[in-house]
């Protein structure tokens, strides 16, 4: 079975960071993404709010740079989770989605980012016991790596540019 899922939108609250009893960081926030699309000639547009979750470092990576409005693309598992809410007794249950990579895409300046395109992943790190990675393929005995290609030499003219002439 596959599950994978990536949304990018705007954080919609800060991040709420804690700490596991074994020290392992745990970061929730939700993220709105949108789309746009038109009906009947009216054009209109739908949100989707998705609470969203860190484990480890990546739960303390988003905490230092990510604020409410933030943009940012994540990709990651959806997850099901069921409670008893202790106000009413009654089982409540929502989707949400375990952050595995993030990459922050607000430009410098907004929304607390510190760069226009920064990636963070804590695959494996994430405090969360997921199930074991299955074995990665080894090649035959008879595999060898190809040679490397040797570069072609460079047989460009070399052209006098006086600096004055560039427009930059």
């Given at each position: 079975m596959y599950n994978k899922v990536i949304l990018v939108g705007n954080?919609?609250?800060?991040?709420?960071?804690?700490?596991s009893q074994n020290g392992s960081a745990i970061a929730k926030t939700a993220i709105a993404?949108?789309?746009?699309?038109t009906v009947n000639g009216e054009k209109k547009e739908e949100t989707c709010f998705v609470d969203i979750t860190f484990f480890g470092?990546?739960?303390?990576?988003a905490n230092q740079y990510l604020r409410k409005g933030s943009k940012i693309l994540v990709e990651g598992r959806?997850?099901?989770?069921?409670w008893v809410d202790q106000t009413n007794g009654q089982k409540r249950s929502k989707h949400s989605v375990i952050v595995e990579t993030m990459q922050m895409l607000?430009?410098?300046?907004?929304?607390?980012?510190q760069g226009g395109y920064n990636e963070y992943?804590?695959?494996?790190?994430?405090?969360?016991?997921a199930?074991?990675?299955?074995?990665?393929?080894t090649p035959p005995p008879s595999y060898s790596k190809p040679?490397?290609?040797?570069?072609?030499?460079?047989?460009?003219?070399?052209?006098?540019?006086?600096?004055?002439?560039i427009p930059f």
């Amino acid at each position: 079975m596959y599950n994978k899922v990536i949304l990018v939108g705007n954080l919609t609250r800060d991040i709420e960071l804690r700490y596991s009893q074994n020290g392992s960081a745990i970061a929730k926030t939700a993220i709105a993404t949108s789309r746009k699309f038109t009906v009947n000639g009216e054009k209109k547009e739908e949100t989707c709010f998705v609470d969203i979750t860190f484990f480890g470092r990546s739960g303390e990576v988003a905490n230092q740079y990510l604020r409410k409005g933030s943009k940012i693309l994540v990709e990651g598992r959806l997850s099901f989770e069921q409670w008893v809410d202790q106000t009413n007794g009654q089982k409540r249950s929502k989707h949400s989605v375990i952050v595995e990579t993030m990459q922050m895409l607000d430009s410098r300046g907004e929304g607390g980012s510190q760069g226009g395109y920064n990636e963070y992943s804590d695959a494996g790190n994430s405090g969360y016991d997921a199930p074991a990675p299955k074995a990665a393929y080894t090649p035959p005995p008879s595999y060898s790596k190809p040679a490397p290609a040797r570069m072609p030499e460079n047989n460009l003219p070399e052209i006098d540019i006086n600096e004055d002439e560039i427009p930059f």
